[in-house]
């Protein structure tokens, strides 16, 4: 796809984190996606490997 | 993950099915029948004398020239530093202790006993605001004061206490949070409730003093800050040691380190360095005149208290510098992402009866980032100099990190 058609095409949006941008989009008729997800808080790996399997 | 759900889960229920009673005031030595002589019981986790800060080298000069193992506070100095005195944390006796939370036998303790389960906590008389031992005080009015608790207001609360067939808590609590407390750093309206319940005992029952203990007791905001601790101590032990639990059982702090202890990882401190409180300080003071967090108090906030339900504070948030009451709602509605549920029986009314948050899973304060939040008094860092201001404090992410690798070892994950 190019980009003129891009500009040109109805938005098809994937909406990844903070989801009140999705609700926005959605009430605008906007075909909207929206994926929950936040940063790790925990800077370590070996932490967030941890709490991935342990339910964290 | 399932059975951590579950065993959080009877962690929590337990928990919430607590039935604190004050139900007595004796001495250390009958209450607390493993501890020593030549043993002196403190706050926080494990420590050495010469790790110790100074008000609690202060408080421990304090304690020997009080029960008589040394006759003046330079003998007693000499004592702790030659090895003769065992030190041990309050924590594993069944016990707690604000600010230096020093214990010893001869010293009088209140005696929570949680009748859902059968287990007891005790805490120390509060001493009063001021030159207390708490802080590092160990003067001859410290010491008289101790020794005045110990053989005649101890005894007398005691007999009053007996007399009622103790003072159930619970509801004494629901009716604090409705009025003001948080019980940690705010203790006015449950202080007055409890003088209420044992005023009419206490004349039937005192053979001396009575005016002075009742002053005593009225005189001090604090005085059920102690009761508070017991209690809070005898309702969150029946939650730990449970396989497989991550919740949080034990907060505590000695000055130098902080503690905490896990349900699932049983009697294992993991420890990081006491942090500074931040909030306001008294006139005349300075930041370079505070010692590092102390206190087994924050066992408060294990069960939802304290900084956790300063949403009912609002007289206190100014004082702690936590800002408006607007801040105090955000701090205990922060809590609730860190912990299993609210407790339905402790409600608070800013928050349109919402419980207190109950119940903190250290994988929750590691994946949201946010740590505990603690109401705390100042200590000045020299001995006996007492509170310098309010504030409040956090634990340090790394006792998190390390209970969750304990956790993780513990239960065969790699």
Redo the contacts between chains.
């Keep these: 796809m190019k980009t003129d058609d891009l500009l040109e095409s109805e938005p098809r949006v994937i909406n990844v984190g903070l989801r009140s941008f999705a609700d926005d989009l959605a009430a605008c008729n906007v075909s909207v996606v929206h994926v929950d997800w936040s940063p790790p808080a925990v800077a370590d790996p070996r932490i967030a490997s941890l709490l991935a399997k342990l339910g964290g | 993950?399932r059975r951590?759900?579950e065993a959080n889960a009877e962690a929590h229920r337990r928990i919430l099915a607590a039935e604190p009673v004050l139900a007595d005031v004796r001495l250390a030595r009958d209450a607390l029948p493993r501890l020593g002589d030549r043993t002196i019981l403190h706050a926080g986790p494990p420590i050495t004398w010469e790790r110790m800060c100074g008000p609690m080298r202060g408080a421990v000069a304090g304690a020997i020239v009080f029960e008589g193992w040394a006759k003046d506070l330079e003998a007693a100095t000499a004592l702790a530093a030659s090895g003769a005195i065992a030190f041990e944390p309050n924590h594993h006796h069944d016990a707690v202790g604000p600010m230096t939370g020093m214990t010893t036998r001869g010293m009088a303790v209140l005696v929570v006993e949680n009748r859902a389960f059968g287990n007891r906590a005790f805490c120390t008389v509060n001493e009063g605001l001021g030159n207390v031992m708490r802080f590092g005080g160990n003067d001859a009015e410290v010491i008289e004061r101790l020794h005045w608790i110990a053989t005649v207001a101890g005894p007398a609360l005691g007999a009053a206490i007996r007399e009622r067939g103790g003072i159930p808590l619970k509801a004494l609590i629901a009716r604090g949070l409705a009025m003001g407390d948080e019980m940690h750093m705010r203790n006015a309206a449950c202080t007055s409730l409890l003088l209420r319940e044992l005023a009419g005992d206490l004349a039937d029952t005192c053979e001396h003093d009575l005016g002075r203990i009742l002053r005593f007791v009225a005189g001090n905001d604090m005085f059920f800050l102690n009761v508070a601790m017991a209690l809070a101590k005898a309702a969150v032990a029946p939650a730990h040691g449970i396989a497989h639990s991550?919740v949080v059982t034990t907060m505590a702090r000695n000055g130098t380190d902080f503690g905490i202890r896990v349900s699932g990882t049983g009697d294992r401190w993991f420890t990081g360095p006491a942090q500074m409180a931040r909030g306001l300080l008294f006139a005349g003071y300075s930041d370079a005149d505070a010692n590092q967090d102390i206190g087994d108090s924050c066992i408060t906030e294990t069960v939802g208290l304290g900084g956790f339900a300063m949403a009912a504070a609002p007289a206190v948030v100014g004082f702690l510098g936590a800002g408006r009451l607007a801040d105090a709602i955000a701090h205990t509605r922060r809590m609730a992402e860190i912990t299993l549920g609210p407790n339905p029986e402790w409600r608070l009314p800013t928050l349109d009866m919402d419980g207190v948050p109950v119940g903190i899973d250290i994988?929750?304060v590691?994946?949201?980032?946010?740590l505990p939040v603690i109401n705390t008094a100042i200590a000045n860092r020299l001995p006996g100099r007492g509170q310098i201001g309010a504030g409040v404090v956090h634990p340090p992410m790394a006792c998190f990190?390390q209970a969750?690798?304990a956790?993780?070892e513990l239960?065969g994950?790699a």
């Design positions: 993950m951590i759900d991550t994988r929750k590691l994946s949201t980032g946010v990190e969750l690798v956790f993780a239960n994950v």
